[in-house]
T-cell receptor, first 109, second 118 residues
Framework: GQNIDQPTEMTATEGAIVQINCTYQ??????LFWYQQHAGEAPTFLSY??LDGLEEKGRFSSFLSRSKGYSYLLLKELQMKDSASYLC??????????WGAGTKLIIKP | GAVVSQHPSWVICKSGTSVKIECRSL??????MFWYRQFPKQSLMLMAT?????????EQGVEKDKFLINHASLTLSTLTVTSAHPEDSSFYIC??????????????FGEGSRLTVL
């Protein structure tokens, strides 16, 4: 079967670093996406990993290990505006996105 | 990046009425668009895949007669919630893949439409 799991909520301090983990199980895999979603708004794209390793994009980095079915999103130098939900999703063999429930990230001053 | 626009952003209607939500790709042609529903504090749930010029593909458990999808042109897909009831109140979002990337490219989302059925 297919499933994807990420923590429901995390809290971090402004200026700090936070890592949001995502684990998944699937027989067919065509990449893993991370999206940011502010309350009441549509998701916005953050990253896409299809090969193992770390992809860095400014303050945000995303890591993938296909053998472990594991990804994480790393946010550095946290800002208050980073308070949002972070959704991970993998693309299965039918190119359909399977979404996690999202991790609500709360940033405290 | 590609731009997808949804309208209306907010809609309030009475129970039993129908509501139409439009999703437009503004600067590219989208042969396929996706419609999602999101309940508060929950993840996106794919409702259906909208295919230009043909019938939409609905996910299991989604009533095709209740959620009518029309993709009459390469830049417009519409979702009509027929005979809406309070339990249909939700956040509806459309999306399309980055042009030229088939099914593997970045998904661009519309702004979302929040439906409240009284």
């Amino acid at each position: 079967g297919q499933n994807i799991d990420q923590p429901t909520e995390m809290t971090a301090t402004e200026g700090a670093i936070v890592q949001i983990n995502c684990t998944y199980q699937t027989s067919g895999f065509n990449g893993l996406f991370w999206y940011q979603q502010h309350a009441g708004e549509a998701p916005t794209f953050l990253s896409y990993n299809v090969l193992d390793g770390l992809e860095e994009k400014g303050r945000f980095s995303s890591f993938l290990s296909r053998s472990k079915g594991y990804s994480y999103l790393l946010l550095k130098e946290l800002q208050m505006k980073d308070s949002a939900s972070y959704l991970c999703a993998f693309m299965d063999s039918n190119y359909q996105l399977i979404w996690g429930a999202g991790t609500k990230l709360i940033i405290k001053p | 990046g590609a731009v997808v626009s949804q309208h209306p952003s907010w809609v309030i209607c009475k129970s039993g009425t129908s509501v139409k939500i439009e999703c437009r790709s503004l600067d590219f042609q989208a042969t396929t668009m996706f419609w999602y529903r999101q309940f508060p504090k929950q993840s996106l749930m794919l409702m259906a895949t909208s295919n230009e010029g043909s019938k939409a593909t609905y996910e299991q458990g989604v009533e095709k007669d209740k959620f009518l999808i029309n993709h009459a042109s390469l830049t417009l897909s519409t979702l009509t919630v027929t005979s809406a009831h309070p339990e249909d109140s939700s956040f509806y979002i459309c999306s399309a893949h980055e042009p030229g990337t088939g099914d593997t490219g970045e998904l661009f989302f519309g702004e979302g439409s929040r439906l409240t059925v009284l």
